[in-house]
């Protein structure tokens, strides 16, 4: 006998005199996570854009807090040190969050292959991920030294003369932070191909090799669609990291040689916690937020729209 939808018993519901105890049951396994959130993103969040309308040095106490309506946003618009750390932020992010895409394809895709010491390989190259940032920043601070690193020594065999100074050079210093960021981040996109290669489509693969496809025409027809969604995620919370860097930029150049490496996140530790204009740089960090959020909305709709229509 066919049972229709008009048919079917109706899902038991718990009594009334259980729900509320039940009810209460559940707000206490969220209150811990629900303080957590109040108190250290809700609140701050709130205290930033409270701050950015106002006028306020630290060290004059609360009493101290003066209304100055728009006027450091208006500051920071015509701020040319802004400027120069938005042109640097969009380098260090434009740069280092392609190629750590690209390159954790690629070892995904090596990865993938049924090769000796694969669950080994794969450990090695997740390990800068979950690895400090201050232990990261020490191993490149002396794989990077100008005159005793192992960088430089590896590029004197190979015969160059005009060897970088990398975080001691106002030249070098934002590229090598850069290749410092690909490197850690590395792993985590790999990891996340891999999980992806997973699930794609065998049969298409198997009526692929059938059909006399070669590697290059099933990477193209079959692995790459399939990871574009991936993709598009790897791109997106990347970019939110790596826009948001600060450790990296803190422990190995200080914003230095000169401001060559003072990214967004930095200058505003600088303007607050250095020089103490808290509102000033609460309105840096409103402005650069916004900036993110829309960068990462047309990131994430054209990306999106290509992959719909892949």
């Known amino acids: 006998m066919v049972v229709t939808a008009a048919q079917a018993p109706a899902a038991p519901t718990p ?5 509320g105890p039940r009810a209460r049951a559940g707000w206490l396994f969220i209150l811990p996570n629900l ?19 106002t006028d306020w040095n630290l060290v004059s106490g609360l009493g101290g807090i003066e209304f100055i309506g728009a006027d450091n946003f208006v500051n ?23 190629m750590t895409v690209v390159c954790g394809l690629a070892l995904s895709l090596a990865l993938d292959r049924d090769i000796p010491g694969r669950g080994v390989l ?14 990261v920043g020490m191993t490149w601070l002396m794989l990077m030294n100008p005159s005793a690193g192992v960088v430089n020594q590896f590029l004197s065999l190979l015969g160059l003369a005009d060897l970088p100074g990398w975080f001691a050079s106002s030249y070098w210093a934002l590229p090598a932070l850069i290749i410092v960021a690909i490197w850690s981040g590395l792993g985590y996109a790999a990891v996340i191909y891999l999980s992806a290669l997973q699930d794609a489509p065998t049969d298409l693969y198997e009526a692929a090799e059938v059909d006399g ?26 970019f ?5 860097g600060f450790g990296l930029v803190a422990l190995l150049t ?13 200058y505003m530790y600088q303007t607050g916690f250095q020089f103490y204009r808290f509102g000033y740089a609460a309105a840096i960090g409103l402005v650069t937020f916004v900036g993110v959020l829309l960068l990462t909305l047309a990131m994430w709709r054209a990306q999106r729209g290509r992959a719909l229509h892949d």
Request: aromatic share 14%; glycine share 8%; charged share 5%.
């Open 15 to 19: 009594p009334a005199s259980q729900a």
């Open 35 to 53: 303080v957590g959130v109040t108190l250290f993103t809700f609140v701050p969040l709130l205290s930033v854009v409270v701050l950015a309308f």
């Open 76 to 98: 920071v618009l015509q701020d040319p040190t802004f400027w120069g750390s938005v042109g640097r932020t969009v380098i260090y992010a434009g740069v280092s969050v392609p």
């Open 122 to 135: 794969r450990a090695m190259f997740f390990m800068p991920y979950i690895v400090s940032t201050v232990a």
């Open 213 to 238: 496809a070669g590697p290059w025409r099933r990477f193209r027809a079959i692995t790459w669609p399939s990871l574009l969604p991936t993709t598009v995620f790897l791109l997106v919370t990347l």
């Open 240 to 244: 939110i990291g790596t826009s948001q």
């Open 254 to 266: 200080s914003g230095g040689p000169g401001d060559s490496t003072t990214v967004l996140p930095y």
